[in-house]
């Protein structure tokens, strides 16, 4: 009744394992090998080529090495066994043969013209990774160390620029591709390149979501290392952090989007869907990944002051924070939700509140933990993008569709921060320069994002003709913009050698000098933001946190006997180190008219004492990459006098 | 042709990754409420259970509820497809039903009377880990760490004891529990309870090598706790780190182990054959672990003084310290030997070297990093453990061999200790004392290695009985002998509260006030020692590290040309640090004599702030379980003239 082909590839168990070891040890090696190349490039401050460029290049040469040298394919393999009886794949298969039961575990669903690619090696089969890896192990340490490690006040000081640039550029970026590929296909359908299976609009969206997500972490790296202006920074990070998380859900609600009839005409109703389905996910994940972030900083609070001391255990406490950072993601994935958006704001939260209650020990071992994780599964990742060039057997490559993809995200990067910055210095204040502009525009580097979206998915042959074009653009743009980088910033004439602190200040003076009539346009818009730190200032902060005023002292009078319970008892104590909040309350442009009467300066000895202290962290910090994460405890006397007046 | 039988559970494929996130978050939840509970514990200075203990617990109810609170087993499961075209079974399966293609990946093989256990829930399927992650993923951390924070001075000062316990003592133990388990089966067979299958002497030896693999990690988390004497401190964790590491291979060895005729008769080839395997595969796994480590120490040796400074990315450092000593353990896995050995072994030669030419940030990233890799990794191992004795479906209890095992390794250790002590103590200066015998007699719990060498194979009903007593025998071991560790310290009357480096100094120098006529007879006995001391000292320290005299002035003078080139231009500077080699010259019983001339005592100043550094240290790791890993950098005052002597 069934008919079962030969599908037989070598089979020995002991085999098995080793051959696991034997690829582990491939990455092993192209890690270190990358490290090593790094670290002298890295003393000869030669700046071409960044650790994920290396890795990406090293990859690539394993690739070759392991498809043109190792042993020829199987002859036995290939074939589908065919079974009617079966209504679906069930998710673990027990077949007896020659009277010996092995159990089956479900990979995934091939298409029919896919299986002629099984008949490749075993050893470029075994090289490819399931793609789920990408998703649940290896991005999450990466995003959840850029939100970890977002520069706060700098942050907050450009959101709405940032944001704009992430939810406005990201959507312009994915419809300009969309349109351009939709356009390309159309030509190769016309020059019959594409015939026998149709490339929806939908699918060009899909392929613009994927594009869109930008990771200029080889920019950042040179960007850091040089100190560049920290607006310029600031912006390209948050955007690019921010952009990520758009450009995730986005490609979800797209292919989740399916217009009832004709897949080509516009269905109003399945639009609407999607929008409600990038929203609802973005903000379930979101309020997700910051409750946790809450609970972590509760529990480390409430332990580290009220109950015991968790600070005398700084591997416990180590432990608790990681567990509840990557239970954010986890919940987040089972809940249907998008973990890496969840773990996004759970990184940016945990900075903000739990990270000032942890002791000093736990401070640095969670930084440095998360730094780790992200140094390796950056590198990973990018040694997998140069492996899968030559290991990946599905691969499709279509001259005209690369070219236009090439066409498409240089089109898409100028309508996305042109027209954008045109409009944001409208309502700036500190405008956003030329040079900067052009700059943001080299930076539209694509990265491990725009890679694990597309390894997603190779099932169809467009989606194996996208996944191998966004392989192409991501050695592309990581190669020659990623290298070009620091003559770019010469050739722009974009100041280098700023320490970020100082900058701020002098911004922040050289404006209230000459913009105090503006305060009170300013004010209107930012009404927002002075009422989101008014009450995280006056009741999250003492309540999350250590820092703050007491809550006796900013709650209503009647909620005293609440408060006093609630009200750390080092918050009295340690109510003048606030120093993250002063920071933004005196130097935000946002945030500068939060209460006009406490214009109060800060002291001069208080910002050279806090200069220091940046500069030195910033050589401890100086391999790092996106490195630059500082939270300042500082003494800062305009501090309770704030305080009395609030 | 063939005949197919339906075995399908619920299928679809969102529901497969969100499967898999619940079940990390299960996990994720288990220890974030085993850390919240320790930490309570801690607090209040309850010692009766242990995080490893806590985490088993919750484990178990959470079994628990899995098992009877999560929906009835699919009804469609457990019928096997048969093929008989296939021979043996492929690595990767292609299915097609009902005209979609699915792949399959081999996972094992089941023996005929375990596909009804298939009919499980698929939550309890779900929750059954592969059994190689245990030695692939979780164990290595774990075994590094030991080898990492093995304390070298008392370590080697008690090396003799140590080697005795571990390979005698684990061969010891593993033939008297196989003895007692084969007469125990023998009268399972007698009174009918063992028929159909067979027990073979041969699977009674692989339970008593599994068995003799003991993790005292709940004993030793005390001992650290309150400063235990030092030696007994040194012989429990010496002879715990090496003997799972001599239980592994010999465990391996003995499933090997195939006499050609009747398996119960005695087969003198296929012994030595085993013996000769046990050998082969112990040195090979020790020389590849070493061989990484000095791989390891030489490229940080080169890179920090030679060419370039790696201590200035100490990320660079921290990742290629972590993927050197990974690769030791693949590597041995990818060539037949045994990755754990290798790892353990790599372990203490990057403490004895690599860990000298580390930058002092380095030092801090890799020990909090392996710390807290070994903290995760033990509690997901007690917390699964809990779990599979509800989740996993194979169980069988067998009470009469459950009794047998109980008595096995209580007269197992017994005749481990006792003889072995008895013996030692001929040969020791310093007796092991009657109380220190008992309380390494009561320290022979079970832990992870046991339950990961039972894991491995679970595919035959004796297997099976094997895994489910061995997973009893941990339970009990973990909840009753470490719960009374602190009632039987104080039973004992075994002193606490010693501070290590005082203690040694003090025996040290009562040795030597006492035994100085004896000093020749030692010298003999250590002879071994002291010329690996001498070569360790003179040659391998000034190549691999910056401690040590400069070689210059240890090699024969035509050496000079080439002892310049290699020597460290910092060493010449920095010959006053080697402070551990000079521990090891004053104090150890065994190097004592090493130049007979260089008797030159330690200063007191120094002694004080070692004392007081290793103070300080200790309480940074207060939380650490195995702990106590110091390597002090101290200036004493002796070296240079000894120096200057040889």
């Not at 995934?108 to 099984?118: D, F």
């Not at 990466?142 to 977002?150: E, M, N, Q, R």
């Not at 992430?166 to 019959?192: D, E, N």
């Not at 973005?282 to 109950?307: D, N, P, R, W």
Request: glycine residues 8%; neutral net charge.
């Amino acid at each position: 009744m069934e008919k079962l082909k030969k599908y037989v590839s070598m089979k020995d168990e002991d085999h098995f394992y080793h051959q696991g070891a034997v690829e582990l040890l491939i990455f092993n090696f192209l890690l270190i090998l990358t490290i090593l190349t790094i670290w002298l490039f890295k003393n000869h401050r030669f700046r071409f080529l960044h650790e994920t460029g290396g890795a990406m290049l090293y990859g690539l040469l394993m690739g070759l090495i392991i498809r043109y040298v190792t042993k020829s394919p199987d002859v036995e393999s290939g074939t589908v066994y065919e079974c009617e009886e079966l209504k679906s794949g069930p998710s673990t298969l027990l077949i007896n043969i020659t009277n010996q039961v092995y159990e089956y575990q479900y990979k995934r669903e091939i298409s029919h013209h896919n299986v002629n690619g099984h008949q490749g090696n075993a050893m470029l089969q075994k090289m490819t990774f399931d793609p789920s890896i990408f998703f649940n192990i290896l991005l999450p340490p990466i995003i959840f160390h850029a939100g970890y490690s977002l520069k706060k006040r700098h942050f907050f000081r450009n959101l709405g620029s940032i944001l704009t640039y992430a939810f406005l550029g990201t959507a312009i970026s994915c419809i300009v591709i969309g349109l351009i590929m939709y356009g390309f296909v159309k030509a190769m359908v016309h020059i019959g390149q594409l015939k026998q299976w149709e490339f929806h609009f939908t699918d060009c969206l899909f392929f613009g979501s994927l594009m869109s997500a930008t990771d200029p972490v080889t920019v950042l790296a040179i960007f850091h290392e040089l100190n560049v202006d920290t607006d310029l920074y600031t912006l390209l990070f948050g955007e690019s952090v921010l952009n990520d998380a758009v450009a995730i859900v986005l490609t979800h609600s797209i292919s989740i989007y399916s217009p009832k009839e004709n897949p080509n005409a516009f269905d109003a109703a399945a639009f609407f869907q999607s929008v409600g389905n990038f929203l609802g996910i973005f903000a379930g994940s979101f309020a997700m990944g910051s409750s946790y972030a809450v609970v972590t900083a509760l529990i480390s609070f409430m332990h580290l002051t009220k109950f015991t001391k968790l600070c005398e255990f700084p591997m416990l406490e180590t432990g608790l924070f990681f567990l509840l950072s990557w239970s954010a993601f986890l919940s987040a994935e089972a809940a249907g939700l998008t973990g890496i958006v969840a773990v996004l704001f759970c990184g940016v939260t945990q900075a903000h509140y739990t990270y000032n209650n942890l002791s000093p020990d736990s401070k640095m071992r969670t930084k440095q933990l998360f730094e780790f994780m992200n140094f390796l599964a950056e590198n990973v990742i990018f040694c997998y993008m140069g492996l899968a060039l030559f290991t990946f057997q599905n691969h499709i490559f279509n001259p005209l569709f690369i070219f236009g993809a090439l066409v498409a995200i240089f089109v898409a990067r100028a309508s996305n921060i042109y027209p954008l910055s045109f409009l944001l210095n409208l309502g700036r204040k500190q405008k956003i320069p030329g040079n900067f502009q052009h700059m943001m525009m080299f930076s539209g580097l694509r990265g491990a994002i725009a890679f694990a979206l597309a390894i997603r998915d190779t099932g169809s042959q467009p989606k194996q003709m996208m996944f191998s074009t966004a392989l192409l653009m991501v050695f592309f743009t990581v190669w020659v913009f990623g290298g070009g980088t620091a003559p770019m910033l010469t050739w722009l004439q974009i100041r280098v050698g700023v320490d970020p602190d100082e900058d701020l200040k002098a911004k922040a003076a050289s404006q209230s000098a000459s913009d105090l009539d503006k305060n009170t346009a300013k004010a209107e818009s930012a009404w927002l933001f002075r009422i989101w730190y008014g009450f995280d200032h006056k009741y999250l902060k003492p309540l999350l946190t250590h820092t703050g005023p007491p809550l006796t002292s900013t709650l209503p009078e009647w909620c005293n006997p609440v408060a006093r319970l609630l009200t750390s008892p080092r918050a009295y104590g340690d109510q003048l180190k606030d120093g993250d909040t002063v920071y933004i309350i005196n130097n935000d442009e946002l945030t500068e008219n939060y209460e006009s009467s406490a214009h109060i300066p800060v002291p001069a000895q208080d910002s050279t004492a806090s200069i220091q202290a940046t500069g030195k962290e910033d050589i401890q910090e100086g391999d790092l990459g996106l490195g630059g994460y500082k939270l300042q405890l500082q003494h800062t006397a305009g501090q309770p006098q704030k305080n009395s007046l609030a």
